[in-house]
Structures are given as C-alpha cells and as structure tokens.
C-alpha cells in the first residue's frame, strides 16, 4: 500500500482556524474526504493518516468520524488534553475507536521553547506508550535540542518528526538544523516525515534543487527505513497540488531500491502507525 501520512480535514472557520492567515486564501475552504480521495486516485496513493489541525477534543472526534466513514483514511492522529490529570481517563475512551493511532500538540506554537522538557508535557506522554499511541512531533527548527532531550526521556515512546522539522529553507539556510537531525537520528524510536516543505520554502517560486539539500539530509540522518512520505493537503496547495508534490517526492527517491522506494511511500507508515494491510475500499485509476 502507499500511504500518505500526513494530511489534514477541515470545515473552515475564521475563528477556530486562526492560524490561516490572509496570504493563505487558497485554502481558506471545506476541505473534506472526497476531495482528498480524488486526488488520492491521479496519484496513485491508496490511504492517508489524518492529523488534526485543531487543539479540542471535538477535532478528534471530528477526524474519527471521517475515518469511520471513509475506508481510505486509514488512521487519525488526534489531539488530547496531555497537561490534564483526567487525560487516563480520556485515553481509554477515545482508544476505543481502533483508528485512533497518535497524538498531536501544535508545541510549535507555545510561548515557551522549553515546553515540551515541562514535568507536566511528559507525565502525559509518558501514558501514550500503555495505550499503544505514537506521538507527531510539530516544532521549529530551533526546538531541535530541546526534542533531542525530550526523545531521551522517552526511549520507547514511538515519535516521528514532522515536516523535517521545519528548517529554514526560504533562507537556504542549513545549520545548526543539518546537525541537529543528525543527533536526533541516533534515536531509533525516532522517524520523520518528508512533509510540509514547500511552505518552508518560497511557494512561489520553489524548485527540487531547493528542497535537495534538506531531503539528502533527512534521508542520510534518518535512512530509508524510517522517513515517511507525506502531503500535507490541503496545506500544500499554497505550493503546488497534490500529484505534483507526490511525483517530487518519488523523483527524489528514483534512485533507491524498490523495497526502499515501498518503505517510504507506504510501508514505513504502515508499520510506524500499525495501519492493516488492505484498509482502502477503493482501486486506483
């Protein structure tokens, strides 16, 4: 199966998706399953992993309903209370429903860029591995050090980093980002998703050239068996659309083995997210 492993739903709102902002209007809409499962199918892409986009319970809940109707969302990384003492509780409702595969905090929007070292964050992340949950992990690249500390705290916790991490691309900018990764890999509980690159990068005027350096570096740090392909639709529409960035991503990988091209493509998020073979109802174009 080929998997997209990062992607988002949304009935837009002003007010509860405030992080849009005015230079973003092509994606200041509804964006549901049957748009995504279109393009999905020109793409040749078989499932996706659902991430939230909202910091409530009801967006979890919101993604769990989607998934529930829609075969292809094969899994949903949702958002939970982590600070709150009632969070246990919590867990084993919302883990009733099997398509729940991880959790996600938008740490890349706290004040404070010690946040995710805080006694209270990891006494809830601490509770993630009991119900069988993997954890996205959503900074900037300058919280690289602080996430190297927070993998160390949690060495069976299953983690992947999204977007790469968010470098400096726009900037052309490397370091201390490159070494950083490359720290961070020695964590075998660590993986990564080669997503949301190009709106780190100029939208406009972006090129593979551009996006080289960074994806070398992922695949070198992290390898072949533990890099997961990802969209990140609709966000990436303010780029370039979905069966392009799919076919960047595979140019990039052209030169690898087939098993290795599979495992990025699909097998490696199969595994990191336990997705069952066969999950999606429908046959490609």
Known sequence: MRIDSHQHFWKYSPVEYAWIGDDASAIKRDFMPQELKTEMKRAGIDASISIQARQTLEETEFLLSLAAEN?????????????????????????????????????????DDKFILSKEFNLGISLLKEFDLSYDILIYERHLPQVIKFADM???????????????????????????????????NVHCKISGMLTEADPKSWTLETLLPYLKTALEAFGPERLLFGSDWPVCLLACEYERWVAVA????????????????????????????????????
């Open 71 to 111: 075969a292809c969302v094969a899994g949903v990384v949702g958002w939970a209370p982590l600070l709150s003492d009632k969070l246990p509780q919590i867990l084993e409702t919302l883990c009733r429903n099997p398509k729940l595969k991880g959790l996600r905090h938008v740490l890349q929007d706290e004040p």
């Open 154 to 188: 949690h060495p069976e916790q299953r983690f992947v980093l999204d977007h790469v991490a968010k470098p400096r691309i726009r900037d052309g900018v490397l370091e201390p980002w490159r070494k950083n990764m490359f720290e961070l890999a020695k964590r075998a």
């Open 250 to 285: 595979e140019n990039f990988i052209s030169q690898l083995s087939q098993p290795e091209k599979d495992a990025i493509m699909g097998k490696n998020a199969m595994k990191f997210y336990k997705v069952n073979d066969g999950v999606a109802n429908y046959e490609r174009p």
